[in-house]
C-alpha cells in the first residue's frame, strides 16, 4: 500500500537518537583532549560560524542550489533522452551505447578546469560538469525500465499488431518510471558533487566557493559550516525527488530501509 | 449439451498440416533436435469451431511454440498452418485470437478495468474509450470481477490477476483463446475454480479454445480432445477423446470414465518423456484400477 508521504518521527528516531550521540562524543572529545578549532572544530564552534556567517552561507547556498538544479534537470533530461534513442533507434544505440560506457571510465572530475577554461566562471561551466557526471546512471536505469517490460506481455501486444511506437509510448516508458526515479535519486547526489568540484575549480560565488575561501583563510569552522549546508541542500532535494516519485509512480513499490520485511 | 457441441463441431477453425516450427538460430538451443533449426516438425492438428482441447507434454517439447504460431507471432518454416480459413497473422489481425499467458502480464499503473481493455485500444482505438470500457467491463463480469473494476494489480489476488488476463483476451472478441499454462502459477484451490471459470466462459460464449496445461486432471476436466504432444523429435503423438459429456463439473472427477481417460493420458505422456510403457497398458490398468476400487 501506498504510505504516506509526510515525516513519521518514530522512523527517523533511532538515526536521530544515534546523531545527537554521536555530536556529544565529538564534542566532548574535542575539549577533553583539547584539540585546536583550526584543526578539528567542536560541534558547537559549527554552530556559531553557521549562526555568525548565515547571511553569506545563504548567498552562496542560492548560487550552489540553482547550479544543482538546473544541472540535474538537463542530467535527466539527457539521460532519459539518450536511453530512449538507444532503444527506439537500434543501429544508433549499438553505436552509441559502447562509446557511452567507454566515456564512463574518463574520470569526470578531471574535466572541471577545462569546462572552466571553455565556458568561463559562472553557471555554465558547473552546469555542463553536473550533465557529464550525473546523466549516467539515469541513462542506465531508463534503460533497464524501458528493456525490463515482460516478453510475453509484449507477444501479446504483437500479436494484436501493435506497433513498435505504441509498444513505446503506452508500456515501456511507463514502464520505465519508477526506475527514472531511481536513477534520479543517484544522479541527484552526483549533481551536488558536481557543483561542488565545479566551484572549487573557478567560481567567485557558491557553497564550494565558500569552502575553498575559508579553508585559505584558516577558518575551519566556516569549512565545516559551508560543509553543513551543503548536506542540508542535498538531503533537501534527496527528498524533493522522492516526493515526486511518489506523485508520478503511485504504483510502483517503495523500497524503505526503515520497513524492512 | 453434446449434441450441440457435434452439431457445431462440422468446421474445422484451426488446422495445421505437416507444420514446422522454429525460430532463426534456435539450433543452438540444447533440447532442440534433428540438427536443424526446427523445434517442431511433421505437426497435423485440426481444432473443430467451439471446441475445447489442450496440448499437454513436457516441457521444451514446443507447446508455447505451436501456441505462438496459430496466434501469428512465429511463422511456418514448413507445412501449412490455417486459423479461420486465413493465415494466422491474418486473423490475429481480425481480432479473432485472444491469448493467455501463465503470468498475467498486467499493467502495474491501470486498473482491471483498463488492463481488461488494453489489448482491444491497441487494436482497435477507433473503437472509442467509452466503447473500449462498457466491453472491458462486460467481461471483467463474465470472469467474476463485477467491484474490482478500480482495483490496481497489486491489489488483487493471483487468481483474480489471472482472471483480469482472460477478461483482456475476451475484450478482443476472439473466436479462438489461446491458453499457455494459464493457472499454472495458482494454487491447487484456485486453480481448479479457474478451471470451472473457464468451463462456465466456454459453455457461455461458445469460444473455441486451445489450452497448454502440465496438469492431466485440467486437460480431462475441460477438454473434448487431449494432444500429447512428445520431444525428440517434437511432434503429436497422440490424440485422446475424453468420452465425457457437457456440462462438466466437480462431479466429474468421479466418473469412471474420467479416471480411465486420465491413466491412458499419464501412460501416453510416460511414453512421451522416453519411458517405455505400452499405451495400450494404460486402458487395462485404467480398468483393472477401477475394478480394484
Ligand atoms: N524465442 C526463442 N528463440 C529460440 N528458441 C526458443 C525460443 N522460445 C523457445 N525456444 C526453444 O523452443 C523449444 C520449445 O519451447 P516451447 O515452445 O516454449 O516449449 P514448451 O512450451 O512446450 O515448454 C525449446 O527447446 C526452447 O528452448
Ligand atoms: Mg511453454
Redesign the interface.
Known amino acids: 500500500m501506498s504510505r504516506p508521504a509526510q515525516f513519521r518521527f518514530l522512523d527517523a528516531a533511532p538515526s536521530l537518537i544515534l546523531g545527537v550521540i554521536l555530536i556529544g562524543l565529538w564534542e566532548a572529545a574535542i575539549h577533553l583532549l583539547d584539540v585546536n578549532a583550526f584543526v578539528v572544530p567542536a560541534p558547537s564552534s559549527i554552530a556559531i560560524s553557521l549562526v555568525q556567517n548565515a547571511a553569506l552561507l545563504a548567498e552562496a547556498t542560492l548560487v550552489t542550489a540553482k547550479e544543482v538544479l538546473v544541472g540535474f534537470v538537463l542530467a535527466t533530461l539527457c539521460g532519459a533522452a539518450l536511453a530512449l534513442l538507444i532503444v527506439r533507434f537500434r543501429m544508433l544505440g549499438r553505436a552509441l551505447y559502447p562509446i557511452i560506457v567507454l566515456f564512463q571510465t574518463v574520470p569526470k572530475v578531471a574535466l572541471a578546469p577545462i569546462f572552466i577554461l571553455w565556458f568561463g566562471y559562472d553557471l555554465s561551466p558547473k552546469v555542463m560538469l553536473i550533465v557529464v557526471i550525473a546523466f549516467f546512471p539515469v541513462t542506465l536505469d531508463m534503460l533497464a525500465g524501458l528493456q525490463s517490460v515482460d516478453p510475453g506481455l509484449v507477444a501479446l501486444m504483437r500479436s494484436v499488431s501493435a506497433r513498435d511506437n505504441d509498444i513505446l509510448l503506452r508500456v515501456r516508458i511507463p514502464n520505465a518510471l519508477p526506475h527514472l526515479m531511481a536513477g534520479m535519486k543517484i544522479a541527484i547526489t552526483l549533481s551536488v558533487i558536481g557543483a561542488i568540484v565545479g566551484e572549487f575549480a573557478g567560481a567567485s560565488a557558491g557553497l564550494g566557493y565558500t569552502i575553498q575561501f575559508a579553508s585559505t583563510q584558516l577558518d575551519t569552522p566556516m569549512v565545516f559550516a559551508a560543509l553543513v549546508v551543503v548536506s542540508v541542500v542535498g538531503v533537501a532535494f534527496y527528498y524533493l525527488i522522492e516526493l515526486l516519485e511518489r506523485a508520478v509512480t503511485p504504483w510502483a513499490p517503495k523500497f524503505d530501509p526503515a520497513h524492512q520485511h | 449439451m453434446r449434441v450441440v457441441a457435434e452439431q457445431r463441431a462440422t468446421d474445422i477453425l484451426i488446422s495445421a498440416e505437416d507444420l514446422a516450427l522454429g525460430y532463426p538460430g534456435s539450433a543452438a538451443f540444447p533440447g532442440t533436435t534433428g540438427g536443424g533449426t526446427n523445434v517442431i516438425e511433421h505437426v497435423d492438428l485440426k481444432v473443430r469451431r467451439g471446441a475445447i482441447v489442450s496440448l499437454i507434454g513436457p516441457s521444451g517439447c514446443g507447446k508455447s511454440t505451436l501456441l505462438?504460431a496459430i496466434?501469428?507471432?512465429v511463422a511456418p518454416t514448413g507445412g501449412t498452418i490455417r486459423v479461420g480459413g486465413t493465415t494466422p497473422?491474418e486473423a490475429?489481425?481480425r481480432?479473432q485470437?485472444g491469448?493467455v499467458?501463465?503470468?498475467a502480464?498486467l499493467?502495474?499503473?491501470k486498473s482491471a478495468l483498463d488492463n481488461a481493455g488494453f489489448?482491444?485500444s491497441?487494436?482497435a482505438p477507433e473503437l472509442g474509450r467509452a466503447e473500449i470500457r462498457r466491453r472491458a467491463g462486460e467481461n471483467l463480469r463474465l470472469v467474476g470481477l463485477e467491484g474490482a473494476e478500480g482495483k490496481?494489480p497489486?491489489q488483487l489476488s493471483g487468481g483474480m490477476k489471472q482472471r483480469v488476463a482472460i477478461a483482456r483476451a475476451l475484450t478482443?472478441s476472439p473466436e479462438i483463446l489461446l491458453l499457455d499454462e494459464p493457472f499454472g502459477a495458482l494454487d491447487a484451490i484456485t486453480r481448479e475454480e479457474m478451471s470451472y471459470l473457464l468451463l462456465e466462459i466456454w459453455e457461455r460464449t461458445q469460444k473455441t479454445i486451445v489450452l497448454v496445461t502440465h496438469s492431466i486432471d485440467e486437460a480431462v476436466l475441460l477438454c473434448s480432445d487431449v494432444h500429447v504432444m512428445g520431444a525428440r523429435p517434437a511432434r503429436i503423438i497422440e490424440r485422446v477423446t475424453v468420452p465425457l459429456p457437457y456440462p462438466r463439473d466437480q462431479h466429474s472427477f468421479e466418473d469412471a470414465r474420467f479416471r480411465e481417460t486420465e491413466a491412458v493420458l499419464r501412460e501416453h505422456l510416460l511414453a512421451s518423456h522416453g519411458r517405455a510403457h505400452a499405451p495400450q497398458r494404460a486402458a487395462n490398468q485404467g480398468a483393472a484400477n477401477r475394478g480394484a476400487a
Request: charged share 20%; net charge positive; no cysteine.
Open positions: 505462438k496466434a501469428g507471432l497473422s490475429a489481425r481480432r485470437v491469448m499467458l501463465q503470468d502480464t499493467l502495474p499503473w489489448l482491444l491497441l487494436a490496481l497489486r478482443l
